[in-house]
Antibody, heavy 123, light 107 residues
Framework: QVHLVEAGGGVVQPGRSLRLSCEAS????????MHWVRQAPGKGLEWVAI????????FYADSVEGRFTISRDNSKNTMYLQMNSLRAEDTAVYYC????????????????WGRGTLVIVSS | EVVLTQSPATLSLSPGERATLSCRAS??????IGWYQQKPGQVPRLLIY???NRATGIPARFSGSGSGTDFTLTISSLEPEDFAVYYC??????????FGQGTKLEI
């Protein structure tokens, strides 16, 4: 059974930093791309970033490019999101998500989700 | 970046009725569309991937169709537990990934 557990959320002042983590279990972590997806209070879903299964290829939404850094440690089955220069508009629940397996391999749909960790950016 | 527009914003139906939700992409994305269901206080659940493939454990009353720019999620006969918000999402051949703004399916 896939299990994803996020941690690291909290209240932070604008301009400060926060590091989220996502601990995975129940599947071969190194075989799947992993994502961060966020949801502002009462709003829809917004994709944030992806790290490929090998940890080398990473891509970001325009809204976080240059401020957030995604990474993973396959030896620890853990993914991270380093968030710098935080803004009020970054306030959201941050979910980590495991890619689905679409026949040919890991693909860019989100099969499994963690419960999320809430980040509040406020002075 | 692909922009996904879902319609309607809200759909009011009764149990047993058929629901048809639409998602239009700003450019052709082949069949690279997925659908998610999110109930209040819960995490999203993948229903459909690559336009028409049901994810593991998803009931047969959920089906998806479409290609190119126009996609549809159909729920053949609504059950009480189906009332939720539904999102479409594109994966394309390369990031970024996009979500639609959601359709709220209400009783």
């Amino acid at each position: 059974q896939v299990h994803l557990v996020e941690a690291g959320g909290g209240v932070v002042q604008p301009g400060r930093s926060l590091r989220l983590s996502c601990e995975a279990s129940g599947f071969t972590f190194s075989a799947f791309g992993m994502h961060w997806v966020r949801q502002a209070p009462g709003k829809g879903l917004e994709w944030v970033a992806i790290v490929w299964n090998d940890g080398f290829n990473k891509f970001y939404a325009d809204s976080v490019e240059g401020r957030f850094t995604i990474s993973r440690d396959n030896s620890k089955n853990t993914m991270y999101l380093q968030m710098n220069s935080l803004r009020a508009e970054d306030t959201a629940v941050y979910y980590c998500a495991k890619e689905a397996f679409c026949g040919g391999g890991s693909c860019g749909f989100f099969q499994s989700w963690g419960r999320g960790t809430l980040v509040i950016v406020s002075s | 970046e692909v922009v996904l527009t879902q319609s309607p914003a809200t759909l009011s139906l009764s149990p047993g009725e058929r629901a048809t939700l639409s998602c239009r992409a700003s450019q052709s994305i082949s069949n690279y569309i997925g659908w998610y269901q999110q109930k209040p206080g819960q995490v999203p659940r993948l229903l459909i991937y690559d336009a028409s493939n049901r994810a593991t454990g998803i009931p047969a009353r959920f089906s998806g169709s479409g290609s190119g720019t126009d996609f549809t999620l159909t729920i053949s006969s609504l059950e009480p537990e189906d009332f939720a918000v539904y999102y479409c999402q594109s994966r394309g051949n390369w990031p970024p990934y996009s979500f639609g703004q959601g359709t709220k399916l209400e009783i």
